[in-house]
């Protein structure tokens, strides 16, 4: 099973490298280090609300391809909630 926070951070992932633009130009736009851009793909951080809102601008994507909230509310079992 995994995790939703296992969850967001393969998308986060999935999504930076899809958009061909390098964690230093994501960090930068959005106002955050490199280091926590690497956190969040790694699963050791995650974006608040504010920062995921940049963060799907800046990869243009919307919040639902990082959080999956469709998805999960029809798969409740296949992901756990902290």
Same mark, same amino acid.
């Given at each position: 099973?995994?995790?939703?926070?296992?969850?967001?951070?393969?998308?986060?992932?999935?999504?930076?490298? &899809? %958009?061909?633009?390098?964690? &230093?130009?994501?960090?930068?736009?959005?106002?955050?280090?490199?280091?926590?851009?690497?956190?969040? *793909?790694?699963?050791?951080?995650?974006?608040? !609300? %504010? &920062? !995921? %809102?940049?963060? *799907?601008?800046? !990869?243009? *994507? %919307?919040?639902?391809?990082?959080?999956?909230?469709?998805?999960?509310?029809?798969?409740?079992?296949?992901? &756990? !909630?902290?």
């Amino acid at each position: 099973m995994k995790s939703l926070d296992a969850v967001i951070s393969n998308n986060i992932k999935r999504e930076i490298e &899809t %958009s061909g633009k390098t964690k &230093t130009e994501i960090a930068r736009a959005i106002g955050v280090a490199v280091p926590t851009v690497s956190q969040y *793909c790694s699963g050791r951080a995650q974006p608040s !609300l %504010s &920062t !995921l %809102s940049k963060l *799907c601008a800046v !990869l243009d *994507c %919307s919040a639902d391809d990082i959080l999956e909230v469709k998805h999960n509310f029809n798969l409740q079992k296949n992901v &756990t !909630l902290k």
